[in-house]
């Protein structure tokens, strides 16, 4: 009797990975070894409701990987020194995240001797070739297994199989793509298809269960997050998740990311990411007081490649692991405390408080009085500093 060739299948219990799991063991007889990287978006009730129903798929092995403290030190702090928002908008909830899981699922094949490994994602998005990019670089001899890209099918035709075979699960939740991790939870339906409609409240994952505003002050040091309302954290994922669970029952941090797609066609996608958008805010507005004009300048150049780089899948170009040392260099006086204030559906950022604030007031106060500089110190200067503009309009006579 022929051995079923080992694959391992990026497993996350949605609809799409269920799909997966199902057909690859029996309709195309392989040995399925699920497995879910968890980068910080499940509970410990939803990973053991998970793993109940993947030994109802015919699956050779359930296994769980834990990556939450190597996906904070490889790229969310990283993220969070850039200030990195893709389009102004959108901090990589997911596409930080494929990253990291494609890294540990390709190691993870290794490790067991697969002959191939699978995952869930259409041939419409990003995913597959975040996943695909990972695993011809680590796994390069391994085979690639993509169902849903390859029988190019719609989510009621996995609700469809997925009922003829017995599978009990939340269909009408299924609806909705919805994948959940500690830099924010993405949101994908009917009504993110189109360019004109928006979400409805029943979509997103966290409902508005606070009214009343609350002020909140974050710690930061060398600019990791580091306390949250005077509470130190040893780790930093301790910090994120707590500011989550005082913004996220807000609705702070809903949105509707609308961008160029790595395949080239636009695309829409929901997120809730409170946290994520109150650190990234709040560190960019601390570095504006602690680093100077030209650290900010090339900081701001710097980060918009890397984030753009990271959201296409180039995260094992070594140019990656270059500016991260610089970005990782320019953090050392962003260390200070920020207040915000949190209301439904939005926050505001009210001040902060550092022994590096480059508005220290010995040095004098913008628009009020200087105290680094004389009169005649600045006459000099603007002589000097618009000289050549001055010439070039002598010379050419330029009339405004």
Same mark, same amino acid.
């Not at 930080?96 to 890294?103: G, H, P, S, T, Y």
């Not at 597959?128 to 695993?135: A, T, Y």
């Not at 650290?295 to 980060?303: D, H, R, T, V």
């Given at each position: ?22 057909h ?6 392989y ?28 699956i050779?092995s ?6 939450v ?26 596409s ?8 540990s ?17 259409t041939g419409?998005g990003?995913d597959?070739? $975040? ?5 011809q =670089? !680590? /796994?390069?001899?391994?085979?690639? @297994? ?5 029988l190019? +099918?719609?989510?009621q ?9 017995g ?32 979400l ?20 930061f040091?060398?600019?990791?997050v ?10 930093p994922?301790d ?7 005082l ?6 941090? $809903? ?5 160029? =797609? !790595? /395949?080239?066609?636009?695309?829409? @996608?929901?997120f809730?990411?409170?946290?994520? +958008? ?15 004009k ?20 180039h ?27 949190l ?21 004098g ?10 009169a005649d ?24």
């Open positions: 009797m022929e051995e079923k060739k080992k694959i391992v299948l990026a497993y996350s219990g949605g609809l799409d990975t269920t799909y997966c799991a199902l690859l063991s029996k309709d195309l007889g040995e399925v070894h699920a497995v879910l990287v968890n980068t910080g978006g499940f509970s410990s009730e939803e990973l053991q409701n998970i793993e109940n129903r993947s030994k109802t798929l015919g050779a359930f296994t769980i990987l834990d990556v403290d190597t996906y904070y030190q490889q790229v969310i702090k990283y993220l969070v020194f850039g200030n990195v928002l893709k389009n102004q908008t959108y901090p990589l909830s997911v930080a995240e494929r990253i990291l899981q494609a890294k699922l390709a190691d993870y094949a290794k490790k067991i001797g697969a002959k191939a490994v699978a995952h869930g994602s419409a990003n597959q070739v $975040r996943f695909d990019m990972i695993f =670089t !680590i /796994i390069p001899d391994i085979t690639i @297994v993509t169902p849903i890209r390859d190019k +099918l719609s989510r035709e996995e609700i469809d199989y997925l009922k003829a075979h599978v009990e699960m939340n269909f009408e939740k299924a609806a909705y793509s919805i994948n959940k991790g500690i830099w924010g939870t993405s949101v994908g339906g009917k009504e993110t298809l189109n360019s004109r409609e928006y409805p409240e029943e979509a997103w994952p966290t409902q508005v269960t606070q009214s009343e505003p609350k002020e909140i002050e974050i710690g040091v060398h600019g990791e580091a306390s949250v309302n005077g509470t130190h954290f040893e780790n994922v910090a994120i998740q707590e500011i989550q669970s913004a996220g029952p807000y609705g702070i941090g $809903r949105d509707i990311h609308v961008g160029d =797609t !790595i /395949i080239g066609i636009k695309g829409r @996608v929901g809730e990411a409170a946290a994520p +958008l109150i650190l990234i805010k709040g560190h960019q507005l601390l570095e504006k007081h602690t680093l100077t030209w650290q900010l300048f090339w900081k701001n150049q710097l980060a918009e490649f890397y984030g753009n780089h990271l959201h296409e899948g995260y094992l170009d070594p140019v990656m692991r270059n500016m991260e040392a610089f970005l990782e260099d320019t953090q050392s006086c962003v260390t200070g405390t920020i207040r915000v204030l209301r439904p559906y939005n926050f505001t950022l009210l001040g902060i408080e550092s022994a590096h604030d480059l508005m220290a007031t010995k040095f106060s913008y628009g009020e009085m200087n105290k680094g500089y004389t110190d600045v006459k000099g200067f603007t002589r000097i500093f618009g000289n050549q503009t001055a010439i070039y309009h002598q010379v050419n006579d330029v009339k405004e």
